[in-house]
């Protein structure tokens, strides 16, 4: 019977001290540093877990970076294809007839009208043409009740009468009449007119304006300084025109152009804007070739963005270990051009060329900060549009 107390008390000594053991295990953790005791546990302080499943990993960066210059690349060109302005103007029939008889008599007068439309804006030197098969007296023809005419014709093709431009309206009449006989009431006096014709020149202005657009995105606007349109005008010999150039509805240049001279005007920063911009070119008159025009801006001076991430002790160890690596990635905005520079992490440089849409590369261990890391991209052969910039543990 005593050997059995004795048995019980020893396993009940042995409970108590594995009991306090545990306390103090769980106690030594409480007050452990969150690293080590992440590293006791078998995580690392960035969530993780060593020799968990292929392709675990966890972002320590995202961004949506946008358009990244070059260091001393300032200038930005928007080339836009060469286009034609012209007006085409040809002598154009308003009006027709074949015949008007008109006398003036005592036993009574017969008078002739034509009706025709005119356009102020496309339509000028307006002509009344006629022949004359038979004629007495004097021929008087009135333009809107403006005496146009007033005179005996004895020649059969007389020369064409103008018809003002002051005085002729959209709608219009000519009113055609005969000199009374006088004395000599027994007399006719009489004109027979053939092959009647107002005419006038009449301009096409349909393709007398031509409109282009070019696109500034928001980091360009955001750095804009200055902007310069460079074009150079092409026009036939004595058919140059008044020429008018707007950007955004704002007049940037009027004027006869120097033909074959190239064009250079100051575009100030307030008449563009971000995203889609629009230039018009007209002209009044002949022809005009607008050729190889752009637009140029000049930004401030171009600054190197500077991205940042964040790196523990427990991660670096990782890395350094071989258990994890760091991979940098870029997505592009397209997959066409060829994208060329530097990826600089703590001041350790990789150089990258790809036309592909994403470039992916391993970061040195040796590039590691503890700490906050300084990631930068630099451009080497123009501008580089990056849509997304990633830092992964992978």
Request: charged share 20%; aromatic share 10%; with cysteine.
């Amino acid at each position: 019977m005593g050997r059995v107390s004795r048995i019980g008390q020893s396993a009940n000594g042995a409970a108590i001290v594995i009991i306090l053991i545990t306390v103090m295990i769980i106690m030594y953790m409480l007050f452990l540093p969150p690293e080590d005791r992440a590293a006791l546990l078998g995580e690392d302080s960035n969530g993780v877990v060593p020799g968990g499943p292929s392709g675990a990993q966890s972002t320590l960066f995202s961004k949506n970076i946008g358009r990244i210059y070059p260091p001393g690349d300032n200038m930005v060109e928007h080339t836009l294809p060469s286009f034609l302005v012209f007006t085409v103007t040809n002598a154009n029939e308003l009006k027709r007839s074949d015949s008007m008889y008109v006398k003036n008599s005592a036993f009574g007068d017969d008078a002739g009208e034509l009706v025709f439309f005119f356009d102020q804006k496309t339509m000028d030197d307006a002509k009344l043409s006629f022949n004359v098969k038979k004629h007495s007296g004097r021929l008087m023809i009135k333009l809107n009740d403006y005496d146009l005419f007033n005179s005996e014709i004895t020649e059969s093709s007389p020369q064409p009468i103008k018809l003002p431009k002051e005085y002729l309206i959209t709608k219009n009449k000519l009113e055609f009449t005969v000199s009374e006989p006088g004395a000599a009431f027994w007399r006719i006096n009489e004109y027979g007119l053939e092959n009647l014709l107002v005419s006038a020149k009449v301009t096409d202005y349909s393709a007398a304006s031509s409109e282009q657009h070019f696109s500034i995105s928001e980091s360009e606007y955001e750095k804009l300084d200055s902007a310069m349109l460079e074009f150079l005008p092409d026009c036939p010999p004595r058919e140059e025109g008044l020429v008018q150039i707007l950007i955004n509805s704002r007049v940037v240049y009027t004027s006869y152009p120097d033909c074959g001279m190239k064009t250079r005007i100051e575009v100030s920063r307030d008449f563009l804007k971000q995203g889609d911009n629009i230039l018009v070119a007209n002209t009044n008159s002949g022809s005009f070739l607008m050729d190889m025009p752009k637009i140029t801006t000049t930004l401030k001076e171009a600054v190197i963005p500077v991205f940042y991430f964040n790196a523990g002790q427990q991660l670096i160890d990782l890395v350094y270990s071989g258990r994890r690596g760091l991979a940098i990635t870029m997505r592009f905005a397209d997959s066409d051009s060829l994208k060329r520079g530097t990826v600089e992490v703590n001041g350790f440089k990789m150089f990258f060329e790809t036309q592909d849409i994403i470039y992916q590369t391993l970061l040195d261990p040796e590039s590691l900060m503890l700490g906050s890391n300084a990631v930068k991209i630099i451009p080497q052969s123009g501008p580089i549009d990056v849509a997304e910039l990633r830092v992964d543990v992978i």
